[in-house]
């Protein structure tokens, strides 16, 4: 399954950025059905907005998210709400607030 992630940012100057994950875009190769709706978004966003930038394949921001939640990376450093914010991003259920031994739930 083909996952693309295009991020279209607000610049403090009044422009616009695109960065994304799709890959650049060259003649002849096929392409999958998210590459081509990814294509097509990206060919009418560049007319509007900075030069698009190429991730080359990863979601930088969204790795951090990952990480953020790995033991071996960031996953010890953080604070549980820190833990919650990222499983809601990804969409895993969050824990809720864990509650003292002892007391009622």
Not at 25 to 52: C, E, K, M, Y
Request: net charge negative.
């Amino acid at each position: 399954m083909s996952t693309i992630t295009i991020h279209v940012i607000d610049q403090p100057d009044g422009s616009v950025s695109i960065i994304t994950t799709a890959g650049m875009p060259v003649v002849g190769v096929p392409l999958t059905p998210a590459g081509s709706l990814a294509l097509d978004l990206l060919t009418v966003s560049a007319r509007r907005a900075n030069p698009v930038r190429y991730w080359a394949g990863e979601d930088k921001a969204l790795q951090l998210v990952h990480d953020l939640l790995t033991p071996e990376q960031y996953g010890y450093a953080v604070p549980f709400e820190v833990h919650e914010a990222a499983r809601g991003v990804l969409g895993i259920p969050r824990l809720g607030r864990p509650q003292p031994q002892g007391t009622a739930q």
